[in-house]
């Protein structure tokens, strides 16, 4: 009879919840109900396509079409004409041969980072990489080097000597601060080093390039046989699950090789059908595009007149720093008093350790709306030691 320890199994959970606390890094759920009077600037629906009402009715369809949910994996019940249907008009749509569905963006990221390395492999990751691109890395098997955020000479400069399959990583803009990655430099060192290109363009899909087709595809990168995509259909699709671009050999050996997609419950068709409704609609309102981005920079300068230490948003991510992880959450808390949801970043979430405010652009926000999130996020602004915001 082994001996009995004195505490409990979990009970070291409450030292790390009193760390938590002391350090203000205590998170909470908040249901949000269906009709919030919040002004949302923490939402990723860029596009304000999540309660469009074809995308909500074409959810409504495929779900009493194809059923609840997809039933299986997607090597077993779980892939519908639909679910064709979804890959093949994402990959005309962003410019790539083929594309893979999965359950959700993280999902995709894991299974294109640890299909296309593994073993003897190296994986260049940059410093502010999500955190699915993050655990692709550490469960790949691969050696990885993390390298200065945004720096293709320091890519270049870890590709140098290195032999065998390589792999570099990176966001196409960052969720943290909303700006975007070299992507034309990062291919060219790739390029010079005979090494792929994997790109998560969660952020950008929809927002950048011609019509919203991606950063890749603005980067002319989209379709290019060592250039592999991904990015999600939960942010300005306003729907749910991943998708992984790129060549066809790529997307087959997925289907053979990548654990959360042999393994995983296929996307249920009611986001899948939402997906390509949104997708079909932003095809024919190509303006929401841009439309996102001018919002997002009139967030940015209209954060910066009033003193505001923001960074200036590639895609429609605007960050704006706190003091401190306390303050930037009674900032938050503030605005959500006064009628404004917003984003709130602190570590370990924020690789830099600099807490911030995360507002996020949307194409359907009004001239008067951008202009009473700002009133509210300028008045709400918390103080630094050295008396400014």
């Known amino acids: 009879m082994p001996p009995q320890r004195p505490d409990g199994p979990f009970d070291w959970i409450d030292a790390q919840r009193a760390r938590r606390r002391r350090a203000g890094l205590v998170r909470e759920l908040r249901p949000r109900p269906a009709d919030s009077p919040l002004l949302d600037l923490a939402c990723n629906d860029y596009l304000g396509l999540a309660h469009h009402p074809e995308v909500t009715a074409a959810a409504a369809e495929a779900a009493a079409r194809w059923g609840a ?23 005309d749509f962003c410019g790539f041969e083929a594309a893979l569905v999965f359950s959700s963006g993280y999902t995709a990221n894991l299974a294109a980072v640890t299909a296309l390395t593994g073993q003897g492999a190296l994986v260049v990751s940059d410093a502010g990489n999500h955190a699915s ?18 720096e293709p000479e320091a890519v270049a400069k870890v590709l140098d000597g290195h032999r065998g399959r390589a792999l570099a990583v990176t966001d196409s803009v960052f969720s943290v601060d909303g700006d975007a990655a070299p ?9 010079a080093h005979g090494a792929g290109l994997l790109i ?9 390039g011609a019509a919203g087709r991606g950063a890749p595809h603005a980067a002319g990168l989209a379709g290019a046989p060592d250039v592999v995509a991904t990015a999600t259909l939960s942010k300005a699709l306003g ?15 997925l289907v053979n090789t990548a654990r959360t997609f042999i393994f995983d419950t296929g996307l249920n068709p009611a986001a899948a059908g939402a997906a390509l409704a949104a997708l079909r609609l932003l095809r024919r309102e190509p303006d929401r595009a841009a439309r996102a ?39 938050a ?3 959500r008093a006064a009628g404004v949801l917003v984003g709130c970043f602190r570590p370990p979430s924020v690789p830099d350790g600099i807490s911030r405010l995360r ?9 008067e709306q951008v202009a009473e999130a700002l009133a509210v996020v300028r008045r709400t602004a918390p103080v630094a030691e050295n008396g400014r915001p």
């Open 359 to 367: 507002l996020t652009a949307r194409a359907d926000l009004t001239d």
């Open 293 to 331: 981005r001018a919002v997002a920079d009139a967030l940015y300068r209209g954060l910066t007149d009033a003193g505001l230490s923001a960074v200036r948003p590639d895609a429609s991510v605007v960050s704006v720093r706190a003091p401190s992880p306390e303050a930037a959450v009674r900032w």
């Open 239 to 253: 729907s749910q699950g991943g998708v992984v671009l790129g060549p066809a050999k790529v997307v087959e050996h």
């Open 133 to 150: 691109l993050i655990d692709g890395c550490r469960l790949s098997r691969a050696e990885v080097e993390v390298v200065a955020h945004a």
């Open 200 to 208: 998560d363009d969660a952020h950008g899909l929809g927002v950048l």
């Open 333 to 335: 808390a503030d605005c």
């Open 183 to 191: 992507l034309a430099r990062l291919a060219e060192a790739c390029r």
């Open 69 to 91: 949910g997809s039933t299986g994996s997607r090597l077993v019940t779980g892939s519908t004409e639909l679910h064709a249907e979804l890959e093949a008009e994402l990959a």
